[in-house]
């Protein structure tokens, strides 16, 4: 999977508190049929992007269920991003990735789907994602995420069993530059 910055016009986010889904985030108004892009790490994380089948264009984006989580009472590290606007993914339809670490801070939430250092960093909306120098998808924050929606979050991970590994705030585990 590949993720490619589209255009320099900005996207506009919001999370949904879904049932079910400890983190559901939506850009602008899904229009069009859809196309799956999921990220799992055994059988029990799993990432989905939905995008618009057309155009690639990223349309969504769900935690659709994690092992464990750490919580930590600091906001989330601020990044530089090389562009802010829509993307676009493209490639392989299910990808297993090496890890998948959630973390919940004050402000937002943070997925490492790699141990691997991003080289650079774009954003959509509310969503930052850590990329290589192939634009793989290394991790990604979702930021401004009000207490109601990291409480809507928190409980769905552990109505969905996940087991909370508890830190004393938590360090990121990369330096964001």
């Not at 990432?47 to 009472?73: F, H, N, P, Q, W």
């Not at 919940?104 to 290589?132: A, H, K, M, N």
Request: hydrophobic share 40%.
């Amino acid at each position: 999977m590949r993720i490619v910055p589209e255009s320099l016009e900005k996207a506009v986010s919001r999370i949904e508190n879904e049932e079910y889904f400890p983190l559901k985030l939506v850009f602008e108004q899904e229009r069009r049929s859809l196309s799956y892009f999921v990220l799992c790490h055994g059988s029990y994380d799993l990432l989905e992007l939905a995008c618009e089948e057309a155009t690639g264009i990223l349309r969504r984006v769900t935690l659709v269920i994690c092992s464990e989580y750490s919580v930590s009472d600091r906001c989330l590290p601020q990044i530089r991003c090389a562009s802010d606007g829509r993307i676009r993914i493209d490639g392989s339809l299910k990808e297993e990735v090496p890890t998948f670490s959630v973390t919940l801070f004050s402000d937002g939430i943070e997925i490492l789907l790699s141990s691997e250092r991003p080289s650079f960093y774009v954003r959509t909306g509310q969503l930052v994602l850590g990329l290589d120098e192939l634009h793989s998808l290394l991790m990604l924050q979702v930021s401004g995420m009000s207490d109601a929606d990291l409480l809507h979050t928190k409980d769905e991970l552990r109505l969905g069993d996940a087991i909370w590994i508890q830190h004393d705030s938590a360090v990121p585990q990369f330096p964001k530059t």
